[in-house]
């Protein structure tokens, strides 16, 4: 079982810039694939970017390129999503996903490949 946790989520001005972490425990954290999906009311899940176990593979969906950075810190069990120049557009509720991929050094971008999900955490974008 893995165990995440987000924080860092909030209200914000467009423009303005927030940092999301997602705390993992209960598994080897450099062994899990990670990613970040976003959802607003009656629409579904989706991603939002996914990074590989060691960090040397990411993925953005289209319109955060450029603006969102994943990242992970492998020593603190903490993976990381930089936004900046937020918009309206990027509110939603964000969460935290997990999957077991060691070796495989791929990232995953479906909403079915993760097996764990953290609770949650609310951004708004205020315009």
């Known amino acids: 079982q893995v165990q995440l946790v987000e924080s860092g989520g909030g209200l914000v001005q467009a423009g303005g810039s927030l940092r999301l972490s997602c705390a993992a425990s209960?598994?080897?954290?450099?062994?899990?694939?990670m990613g970040w999906f976003r959802q607003v009311p009656g629409k579904e899940r989706d991603v939002v970017a996914a990074?590989?176990?060691?960090?040397?593979?990411?993925y953005y969906v289209d319109s955060v390129k450029g603006r969102f950075v994943i990242s992970r810190d492998n020593r603190k069990n903490t993976v990381y999503l930089q936004m900046n120049s937020l918009e309206p557009e990027d509110t939603a509720v964000y969460y935290c996903?997990?999957?077991?991929?060691?070796?495989?050094?791929?990232?995953?971008?479906?909403?079915?490949?993760?097996?764990?999900w953290g609770q949650g955490t609310q951004v708004t974008v205020s315009s």
């Open positions: 990074i590989n176990w060691s960090g040397s593979r990411t």
């Open positions: 996903a997990a999957k077991g991929a060691f070796p495989s050094s791929s990232y995953y971008y479906t909403r079915t490949d993760y097996n764990y």
């Open positions: 209960g598994r080897t954290f450099s062994t899990l694939a």
